[in-house]
């Protein structure tokens, strides 16, 4: 098994600040950093959400941005 430390982002300003402590700690161990985001939908709200097209873009552009800003931190991570 391949040890990394995983990352849970819900594309807040507040995790993104809260994603740096484990980015550096990766880096002090010398760990890769998997960076994940997920939509958990209570069926009340989904169909009032956008089309799961949509929702990809928009958790792909949240695991993009955190990622440069993490390198941007944390270069060899």
Same mark, same amino acid.
């Given at each position: ?35 994940? &985001? ?34 941007? &931190?944390?270069?060899?991570?």
């Amino acid at each position: 098994m391949r040890l990394e430390i995983t990352v849970g982002l819900d594309g807040s300003a507040e995790s993104l600040s809260a994603a740096r402590w484990p980015a550096r700690e990766a880096q002090l161990r010398g760990l890769p950093v998997r960076l994940v &985001h997920l939509w958990l939908l209570s069926p009340v709200a989904a169909p009032h959400l956008p089309s799961g097209e949509v929702r990809t873009v928009v958790g792909q552009r949240i695991l993009r941005g955190a990622e440069s800003e993490l390198r941007g &931190h944390y270069p060899d991570v």
